[in-house]
T-cell receptor, first 113, second 109 residues
Framework: ETGVTQSPTHLIKTRGQQVTLRCSSQ?????VSWYQQALGQGPQFIFQ???????GRGNFPPRFSGLQFPNYSSELNVNALELDDSALYLC????????????FGPGTRLTVL | KNEVEQSPQNLTAQEGEFITINCSYS?????LHWLQQHPGGGIVSLFM???GKKKHGRLIATINIQEKHSSLHITASHPRDSAVYIC???????????FGGGTRVLVKP
């Protein structure tokens, strides 16, 4: 079991609402990456945060935004939710520049109705 | 075309059978993870390898960097091996993970 935790585990929202997902990093890790995994597919990279700044972004619209805090924990915010945003959201923490050290959290399953 | 292709997408085996999952990728990589995802979502890294072969218990992973191909083998498969296995190369440019679509493995007793 990794030291990466995510909350909540499950969430149901309706279209147009906003959601905030949270991730606490593995001890000693200063980089957090967020991924979206639709049912039956592999994860897709949303963005990565290092030292409280965005450090790379995948093909996701601006309504997907994030924060990283001084303790390296992180939030993923999604505005104006759409039905297609229903997915498992995974965060992974790592050391800077060391994708080989990524540890994944258990994920938050978001359902948008 | 996806950067990472896995095959097969689904696999059903009888307990004790030998299982092979293949991964081909088109990008330059520094290393590659094989990940295991159980129902409920949590992902764990089984292996991270950049060359050759690694073995952990009944699991063996191989990679051929020149051919851009990796395989995950499960020997003497067991129902508890039932999970989704995901190949995740680490792109050399940007040091970011990219993912295959996963292989859903079901091992029947």
């Amino acid at each position: 079991e990794t030291g990466v935790t995510q909350s909540p585990t499950h969430l149901i929202k309706t279209r147009g609402q906003q959601v905030t997902l949270r991730c606490s990093s593995q001890s000693g890790h200063n980089t957090v990456s967020w991924y979206q995994q639709a049912l039956g597919q592999g994860p897709q990279f949303i963005f990565q945060y290092y030292r409280e700044e965005e450090n790379g972004r995948g093909n996701f619209p601006p309504r997907f935004s994030g924060l990283q805090f001084p303790n390296y924990s992180s939030e993923l915010n999604v505005n104006a939710l759409e039905l297609d945003d229903s997915a498992l959201y995974l965060c992974a923490s790592s050391l800077a520049g060391r994708a080989d050290t990524q540890y994944f959290g258990p994920g938050t399953r978001l359902t948008v109705l | 075309k996806n950067e990472v292709e896995q095959s097969p997408q689904n696999l059903t085996a009888q307990e004790g059978e030998f299982i092979t999952i293949n991964c081909s990728y088109s990008v330059g990589i520094s290393a590659l993870h094989w990940l295991q995802q159980h129902p409920g979502g949590g992902i764990v890294s089984l292996f991270m390898l950049s060359s050759g072969k690694k073995k952990h218990g009944r699991l063996i992973a191989t990679i051929n960097i020149q051919e851009k191909h990796s395989s995950l083998h499960i020997t003497a498969s067991h129902p508890r091996d039932s999970a989704v296995y995901i190949c995740a190369p680490i792109k050399a440019a940007g040091n970011k993970l990219t993912f295959g679509g996963g292989t859903r493995v079901l091992v029947k007793p």
